[in-house]
């Protein structure tokens, strides 16, 4: 089955417990529908670069699955229904990366991305 890679963000005034029960929820979805999460990660309430329906920050959450493309219309069909979810991206990808995302590493553990050019 191909994978996928979804990072969603929820309202702000949501508890923590609500944001993650909100995983678990889209989690069920999937999995009614032929799908799996291969991995879930709760990145917590972060401020965003601009205002969502007059919010200026959100719960983080982001799955990793394996599931068939009509599972994830129907997932994210249903995420656009849902109140508290403002926004959500999803990315077909070809294998999914070993280890925690980038969000959850420390910043020493990620390494330099990019070498610092001195500037004219």
Do not use: C
Not at 17 to 45: P, R
Not at 47 to 60: C, D, E, P, S, V
Not at 77 to 92: A, C, E, F, S
């Amino acid at each position: 089955m191909p994978l996928y890679e979804h990072v969603f963000i929820s309202r702000q005034d949501l508890s923590n417990a609500q944001a993650e029960s909100l995983v678990e929820h889209f989690s069920t979805v999937l999995a009614d529908n032929g799908g799996k999460v291969v991995e879930s990660e709760y990145w917590g309430v972060k401020t965003m670069a601009y205002k969502i329906n007059k919010n200026r920050k959100g719960h983080y959450a982001f799955l990793r699955t394996d599931s068939p493309a009509p599972a994830v219309k129907e997932m994210e069909r249903l995420m656009g229904l849902h109140d508290d979810v403002m926004r959500v991206l999803t990315i077909k990808v070809d294998q999914h990366a070993e280890g925690p995302s980038i969000q959850m590493q420390k910043r020493e553990e990620r390494g330099d991305r990019r070498e610092r050019r001195p500037r004219d």
